[in-house]
């Protein structure tokens, strides 16, 4: 699900890119730290987005060693400062997602490559820890995520049922960080980003997956819009890029209600370049091979 949230690093300054850069290795650092070396894997452009909103609303930072886990030889900003809170529920994000994706592909594909990465996830001790880190959000979370399959299996949702549930598991998401935080800010602000930047991602990557779906006869959402039969495939493609544009401009919005207190050109860059790039990338290799849908 995740990788499609991404920077525009040619619309960046170098110091901001630099910046952006600190994040994702920050992220990386913090997965190695609460899950092991193997928790690596699971740093994502997406998480480092979520990572960099959640340290832009904290005031307290605390300097923080970088190194890289994965390679030792490899030259990195030696420390930075940041939010110790953000990086951690950041990594618990990571890795609940990483989870239910994990459930989410036996269920489609039954493949054991997907039971075994699954079952390392499970035996590794520190993810147990992390996974518990709240009963209550977590029961939430879950709750969510069992409507969602429920939604699915009886195939009786449409498009927007379906991506708003998702986005309402990515809201609980993030409006969960005010119980590890002392910041004080209105709970519906950090919902309503949560749920446009998890509207977004499923959007995305059902647009992505909407060929090798379609081979496979596999459950995707877009193929339960309303007018999806009398829609061509550029037809189609112009109403996801209009939706993404939608959602990103509801996530600019609901930042500008929030005191953002650093990042801010990272986020711009992000919302406005990144993410309508990624869309784009996809609506083209779509409208090329002529299988936006099954004509």
């Known amino acids: 699900m995740f990788g499609y949230i991404r920077i525009d690093k040619y619309e960046l300054k170098y110091k901001q890119f630099i910046e952006y850069k600190k994040m994702y290795c920050s992220l990386c650092n913090s997965l190695k730290d609460n899950l092991g070396v193997r928790g690596c894997m699971l740093t994502s452009y997406d998480a480092t987005l979520f990572l960099t909103i959640f340290d832009s609303i904290e005031v307290e930072r605390q300097e923080y060693k970088l190194s890289c886990p994965i390679n030792p030889f490899k030259k990195v900003s030696k420390n930075i400062f940041i939010s110790k809170t953000a990086m951690k529920y950041t990594a618990f994000l990571s890795a609940y997602y990483a989870y239910i994706k994990l459930n989410d592909d036996i269920k489609d594909e039954g493949k054991r490559k997907y039971k075994r990465r699954l079952k390392h ?105 309303t007018d999806y039969n009398l829609l061509n495939n550029e037809e189609l493609s112009n109403k996801i890029l209009f939706i993404s544009k939608c959602l990103t401009q509801n996530v600019y919005y609901e930042l500008s209600k929030l005191r953002i207190l650093r990042n801010k050109e990272i986020i711009h860059n992000i919302l406005i370049y990144g993410m309508n790039n990624s869309i784009l990338k996809i609506a083209n290799k779509n409208i090329s091979k002529g299988v936006a849908k099954d004509e």
């Open 121 to 225: 996830l499970e035996n590794n001790s520190k993810f147990k820890i992390l996974y518990k880190i709240d009963d209550g959000l977590l029961n939430t979370l879950n709750k969510k995520v069992t409507e969602y399959y429920k939604m699915e299996k009886q195939k009786v949702s449409d498009f927007d049922d379906l991506s708003n549930k998702m986005g309402e598991l990515f809201g609980e998401a993030f409006t969960g960080y005010l119980k590890f935080s002392n910041v004080v800010l209105d709970e519906n602000v950090l919902y309503n980003i949560g749920f446009n930047i998890g509207k977004w991602i499923y959007i995305a990557d059902a647009f992505d997956d909407l060929e090798n779906d379609i081979k496979k006869q596999q459950f995707n959402p877009i193929l339960f819009m």
